[in-house]
């Protein structure tokens, strides 16, 4: 293992990865052979040594984001019934590429695949993942404008209307269900990836003067880019 290429691999694009063996309190816990400047996060967060480790292994992909006005983005999702290893393995690599993109929230409608799963992560130490599969969402409390943006909508940022808190219930990876209640930017964040899976997209909250001027906007850039 070389210092550029676990630099390269770093969740937080640090330029100071330090190589080094394995003193401290993950001895023989099967950590991965290095320390990291960010180590106090990193022994503090089982996700984002779980998550380095199978980088380490070679086992993540990233996969292809799709962007509006695409018409697969409005495909509605169809509930996920097999709690599977492949259904495991998906969901860690749309954290893979929601963190490399780099986003906060991903619906697994935006990589082409129509299932009811969505990841989010709204923490600046990425260590807070929410991997929610079959999310049902209550939202209550008042109504806040916050700004928004989507990887599938990209350099596009507009104000949209979302309640300020949600109840979610949902399953994890292994099919256990999950219950807890979000607010502020979870809530949003939570709320904008469930739209996706309806096939809705926070551009459809605005005028339709803003809208088409986005759509035609996002189609000249993908011209240029091809
Ligand atoms: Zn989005």
């Known amino acids: 293992m070389d210092r550029q290429w676990l630099e390269s691999v770093c969740e937080f694009s640090c330029t100071a990865a330090i190589l080094a063996p394995l003193p401290g309190p993950w001895a023989g816990q099967g950590q991965p052979p290095w320390a990291h400047p960010h180590v106090d996060t990193w022994k503090t967060s089982t996700q984002i040594k779980a998550r ?3 980088r380490l292994d070679g086992n993540m992909t990233r996969l292809k984001i799709l962007h509006h006005p695409d018409p697969r983005l409005r495909t509605k999702a169809t509930p996920v ?24 929230g991903l619906a697994a409608t935006q990589v082409n695949v129509h299932k009811r799963v969505i990841v989010v992560d709204v923490s600046d130490t990425k ?43 949902a399953q994890d990876v292994n ?44 189609r000249e850039r993908s011209k240029t880019l091809v």
Do not use: W
């Not at 599977?84 to 780099?102: G, I, K, R, V, W």
């Open 52 to 54: 380095l480790q199978r």
């Open 81 to 104: 019934d097999t709690f599977d290893s492949q259904l495991a393995e998906f969901a860690e690599n749309m954290l893979e590429t929601m963190y490399a993109a780099p986003g906060i």
């Open 127 to 169: 260590s807070e993942a929410y991997t929610l599969i079959n999310p049902v969402l209550e939202p209550f409390g008042a109504k806040i404008q916050g700004e928004e943006g989507c990887l599938s909508v990209p350099e596009i940022y507009e104000s949209v209307e979302r309640f300020e808190q949600v109840n979610v219930t």
């Open 175 to 218: 099919g256990e269900p999950i219950e807890f209640t979000a607010s502020g930017m979870l809530a949003i964040c939570i709320q904008h990836e469930c739209d996706h899976l309806e096939g809705r997209l926070f551009v459809d909250y605005l005028s339709s003067l803003k809208r088409n001027r986005i759509s035609k906007k996002l």
